[in-house]
């Protein structure tokens, strides 16, 4: 049962990490070298339309894996790592959700309202976001592997 929950804990990271990465280092430098800002916004603000329910369903996945495996450990000594991990994660977590509600949120309305340096704004602003999560992500793997 253990290795299936952290299967499911892997699996949503995976999700969550390669999707940020993809959008950082290939999607978004490719979209900005070929694309004019209106088509960019578009398109960049419909791939984080589809991405985003599926952050969500990583962040369910991730809460109740890691959390199921953490309380079938609860008084054998968990190691730093994970205590490391789950706050990283909390934060993360946080941070995506404020993506959602407030910058993302101001972007979908610029692009319905073509108001395009505003909507260069906002998806500036959730790029730097999504960069201090994607290295909050680095961070937690990190922890889980060199704090065992």
Do not use: C, K
């Not at 993302?104 to 340096?117: G, Q």
Request: proline share 4%; hydrophobic share 65%.
């Amino acid at each position: 049962m253990r290795n299936l929950l952290l299967f499911f804990h892997l699996a949503g990271a995976i999700f969550w990490m390669g999707g940020m990465g993809f959008m950082l280092l290939a999607l978004r430098p490719a979209a900005a070298a070929t694309l004019q800002p209106a088509e960019r916004l578009r398109l960049l603000t419909d791939v984080l339309r589809r991405f985003f329910p599926v952050v969500g369903i990583s962040i369910v996945v991730l809460l109740l894996s890691g959390g199921a495996v953490m309380f079938s450990a609860w008084g054998q000594g968990m190691p730093r790592g994970w205590h490391a991990m789950a706050g990283i994660g909390a934060v993360m977590m946080l941070l995506f959700a404020h993506i959602v509600a407030a910058p993302y949120r101001r972007l979908r309305r610029a692009v319905a309202a073509s108001d395009w340096p505003e909507g260069a704004l906002r998806m500036g602003q959730i790029a730097l976001l999504v960069r201090i999560n994607f290295a909050l992500g680095w961070m937690a793997i990190l922890a889980v592997l060199l704090w065992r």
